[in-house]
């Protein structure tokens, strides 16, 4: 198995662990895009948004709540952040284990928009 985040979850590789229970493991990112941004991931691997059953609606869910804590937490509630899955190429995904991200503790742009400036607001 060479899944990066399956081997977090398993401890096979480090990570600056900062929330686990039976199902979730959150952790920093290696990169970090602002004062806080953490990774919510679940112990069992799913690839991607695409993936997720409706039988996995109480773990994403819980990994929700899982950010809402860890944001408080970390203090970022109240001043605000994102909570982010991205999916697949156009959704900038990366890493092939779906992972929540909670990026805060600063204001953050707003840049969601396509690259390709063809597209047209109807
Ligand atoms: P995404 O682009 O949504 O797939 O995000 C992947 C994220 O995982 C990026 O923000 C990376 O910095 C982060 N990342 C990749 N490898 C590791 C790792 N070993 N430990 C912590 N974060 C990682
Ligand atoms: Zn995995």
Request: proline share 3%; net charge neutral.
């Amino acid at each position: 198995m060479e899944c990066i985040f399956c081997n977090i979850a398993k401890k096979k590789v480090d990570a600056a662990i900062v929330y686990e229970d039976k199902d979730i493991i959150a952790f920093k990112d290696i990169h970090p895009l602002a004062p806080v941004h953490i990774l919510i991931i679940p112990k069992k691997h799913i690839a991607s948004i695409n993936d997720v059953e409706e039988s996995d609606a109480g773990l994403l869910g819980n990994m929700i709540i899982v950010g809402k804590k860890l944001a408080k937490d970390l203090g970022t509630a109240d001043g605000g952040y994102k909570l982010l899955f991205r999916t697949g190429k156009h959704g900038g995904q990366e890493v092939g284990h779906i992972h929540l991200h909670l990026i805060g503790g600063a204001a953050l742009h707003e840049e969601i928009r396509p690259l390709n400036v063809e597209w047209e607001r109807k």
